[in-house]
Each structure stands twice: as C-alpha cells, then as structure tokens.
C-alpha cells in the first residue's frame, strides 16, 4: 500500500512534457519495424501512443500538430527489461526513466508487486513500465524465499496461486527438487503459463 501511494503521487506530480498530440521529427529510429532504421524520420504520437512512424517524406502530419525537432537525435523503441526484481517502488519511476517501458518481475513477494500491477494497469501509476509476473518455486531448506514445495501437491499449488493472481510465467529456482521441475512445468503450462 504504501509503494502503491507514493507512486501514485509521483504519478500526480510528474507530467509528461506532452500529453495531447506531438510529432518527433528528423530523427534517425533504430529498431523500428523489422528492425529497419529510418533516417530523417516522423513519429506521430497521440494520447500517449505512437500511431505512426516512417521517412518524413512519407508520413503526412495532421495540421497544426505539435513538432518536436530532433535532427541529429536517435529514436529507440521501449526497452524490454526481461530479469528484474522490483525491491521498491523508487525502481518503477527508475526504470521508465531509463527507457524500460516493459518490465519483466522474475520474483517478488506477492504483497509487494501484485498490487503495484494492479495500480498499473488501470492507469493509477503512470511512471512505471508494464509489468510480466514470473512467480518463483523452490525447494529445501537453502531456498530462496518463502515460495518452497517439497511435494507435487505443494508445488501444484503453488502454481495455482501465482495464476489466481495472473502471473504469466513460473521461474524454476535452483534448488527445486528435480523431480518437482516437471511437475511445475506440467502445471503451469496446463494454465496457460510459461516456465523458465
């Protein structure tokens, strides 16, 4: 709760630079469709979306759009942060500042980065990439964390949880019991999760 309002204050006072709609134009984008770079480029965006991107030569503005001048500049596309683990909420505006407008969690405790998710996709945080939950599973009296299963049941349920609270993926820790991997991931795939 408390991560959740300070993000959401943070969200309050820190504004976009433009919020309606804007053209970047001149730049060269890097990684754009089909990894194609566009010298002297237009990237429209409206709403907070981009809704086009090619040469200037080809891409027609609408009049009386915003024009961001960025000649001699480099467009990149959101980074994918695919192996993070979210201790606090100073990583949200962090990460979003750096580019990361995707974020993989590859383990976290649920009290913590459940509602953070939440708070995120119904637009209550707006400095804080998207987030993709991977839960973790371990096994032994080494493991990480509190999130162990030393049977198939324990590990079947614990699958079960993460997807009651939409994780999309189950990270296998190191010390799971090897014969517990194929039961997590025959779980997990029968829910529609992936396993990593």
């Known amino acids: 709760e408390d991560a959740v309002k300070f993000l959401e204050n943070l969200s309050k006072e820190i504004k976009p630079v433009n919020q309606s709609r804007y053209a970047i134009v001149g730049a060269t984008v ?3 469709k089909d990894f ?6 237009v990237v429209l965006i409206e709403n907070g979306r981009i809704v086009e991107v090619g040469k ?24 994918f942060d695919t192996h993070a683990h979210a201790t606090g909420a100073e990583w949200f505006p962090a990460s979003l500042a750096a580019g990361i407008t995707t ?14 998710r939440d708070a995120i996709k119904t ?20 493991a990480l ?18 997807k009651q609270n939409d994780f999309e993926q189950i990270k296998i820790y190191q010390s799971l019991k090897p014969e517990l991997v194929k039961i997590v991931a025959d ?4 829910l529609g999760m992936t396993v990593t």
């Not at 194609?36 to 480029?41: E, K, R």
């Not at 649920?110 to 953070?116: A, D, Q, R, T």
Request: glycine share 8%; proline share 7%.
């Open 56 to 79: 200037r030569s080809e891409v027609k503005l609408p009049k009386g759009v915003k024009i961001i001048e960025a000649r001699g500049k480099t467009v990149l596309p959101g980074l």
């Open 30 to 32: 890097v990684g754009a």
């Open 123 to 142: 637009g209550r945080l707006k400095i804080a990439p998207r987030l993709l939950l991977a839960g973790y599973i371990d096994s032994g009296a080494n």
């Open 187 to 190: 779980e997990a795939h029968r």
């Open 36 to 41: 194609a770079v566009i010298p002297d480029s």
């Open 145 to 162: 964390g509190s999130m162990r299963a030393e049977t198939p049941d324990e590990a079947r349920a614990l699958v079960q949880k993460y």
């Open 103 to 116: 974020m993989r969690d590859a383990a976290n405790e649920l009290e913590f980065i459940v509602p953070v």
